[in-house]
């Protein structure tokens, strides 16, 4: 009976020990498999690569493309703002020196029309050339030049012919002369910088108006000098959209080409020009190109300052491309990233016409070079990248 017991727990530990052995047995083989399917799927890659300066060599899987050679109607985005044309601005200037009798307007941004009366001026040297004119009438009348010579002051003083022939119809001086716009639109202190062309500009941070800066700066009982600009007029009917131009699109800009302006509060109000003027020079604070389209705002009645969003469609050119992403921008240089045994290395590349997805390759590729499709993600933010030659 003893021994039958002791046969029996040797069984089972034999059976036991069995199965722990075809466990270890079936776990190292699974490590193996996963250890060959892991080196089987890493590529290879020589140490000699692997040292190489990540600024002039770059390792990956990324997916390239080719250049390819087609005719490609170009159509250029710029955003801008609607601007005062300069030409329908004008000035109102004192003719003589005196003292503002009356003042007709009182605030900037005033809406005046051409022949409106702004101020009258009370004037001695005037009332000195009216006194004259009818001192000659009354001693002298048959001396028509003395008298052509006195009424010829008075008009270029600032007289009107109308106050001229009722000064010598009543025998009276007019104590005082009218000034009048020769002009029509909105009314801003002489002086002014571009930034204060529009009452958004007048605003402070707090988005309250500051009332100092809405005061026109002449005021009744003021003395004016001849000659001194009193006011400057802005015509809104009468405008551009400057449109700013970055430098990868400055060489396919020309006058004449159409563009597609669509103000960003009003989409459905889009409407399309001519590039009209392209300014030679950067203006103060900004590296981009301003070209100029002229309309006619009297109908579109766009806010002076409001942004807008231009297409310029330039000429179709003929050559190489390659897709936008794949150029970048190193400042002077651009360079694409060639595809190399075992990488990508930086390649410059010489460009030409660009559009909203594409670029054109003048030099520095043939039609067989594979270049990443994507070059910035190759870009390391931590080193420069070093171009080979």
């Given amino acids: 009976m003893k021994l039958s017991f002791i046969k029996f727990i040797a069984s089972c530990f034999?059976?036991?020990l069995?199965?722990?052995?075809?466990?270890?047995?079936?776990?190292?083989?699974?490590?193996?498999?996963?250890?060959?399917?892991?080196?089987?799927?890493?590529?290879?890659?020589?140490?000699?690569?692997?040292?190489?300066?990540?600024n002039q060599f770059v390792i990956s899987t990324i997916p390239v493309t080719a250049i390819k050679k087609d005719q490609v109607v170009s159509e250029m985005n710029a955003v801008g703002t609607i601007e005062y044309d300069t030409k329908m601005i004008g000035?109102?200037?004192?003719?003589?020196?005196?003292?503002?009798?009356?003042?007709?307007?009182?605030?900037?941004?005033?809406f005046i029309k051409k022949g409106q009366k702004i101020m009258d001026i009370y004037s001695p040297e005037m009332l000195t050339a009216q006194e004259n004119l009818l001192f000659i009438l009354k001693n002298d009348a048959g001396n028509s030049s003395l008298i052509q010579a006195a009424k010829q002051k008075l008009l270029l003083l600032g007289m009107s012919?109308?106050?001229?022939?009722?000064?010598?119809?009543?025998g009276n001086s007019i104590l005082s002369v009218s000034v009048y716009s020769n002009f029509t639109g909105h009314l801003h202190n002489a002086g002014e910088s571009s930034a204060a062309m529009t009452p958004q500009a007048s605003s402070s941070s707090m988005g309250a108006i500051n009332p100092s800066t809405e005061l026109l700066n002449f005021k009744e009982g003021m003395y004016i000098q001849k000659g001194q600009t009193l006011f400057t007029i802005y015509n809104p009917s009468r405008a551009w959209a400057l449109l700013n131009v970055y430098s990868d699109g400055q060489s396919s800009i020309q006058k004449g080409q159409l563009v597609k302006i669509t103000p960003e509060t009003a989409p459905a109000r889009a409407f399309q020009g001519r590039i009209d003027?392209?300014?030679?020079?950067?203006?103060?604070?900004?590296?981009?190109t301003s070209a100029r389209v002229y309309f006619d705002n009297s109908s579109m009645r766009l806010p002076v300052g409001s942004q807008v969003r231009g297409s310029i469609f330039t000429n179709s050119t003929t050559g190489n491309w390659l897709p936008k992403e794949a150029v970048t921008s190193l400042g002077i240089d651009r360079i694409v990233f060639l595809k190399v045994a075992g990488g990508f290395k930086p390649k410059k590349v010489i460009t030409g016409a660009t559009n909203d997805k594409s670029i054109q390759i003048i030099s520095g590729l043939s039609a067989t070079d594979s270049v990443a499709i994507q070059a910035q993600y190759l870009m390391d933010s931590e080193s420069f990248i070093k171009v080979g030659q």
């Fill in 161 to 170: 012919a109308e106050q001229v022939q009722r000064t010598m119809q009543t």
């Fill in 14 to 16: 034999l059976l036991l």
């Fill in 18 to 54: 069995s199965a722990c052995k075809d466990d270890k047995k079936a776990e190292h083989t699974q490590h193996t498999n996963a250890d060959t399917m892991t080196n089987a799927a890493l590529p290879t890659v020589q140490l000699e690569t692997l040292l190489k300066p990540t």
């Fill in 91 to 110: 000035n109102i200037s004192a003719r003589i020196n005196g003292r503002i009798e009356k003042l007709y307007v009182r605030y900037k941004y005033q």
């Fill in 277 to 288: 003027f392209i300014e030679p020079f950067y203006r103060e604070g900004s590296r981009t």
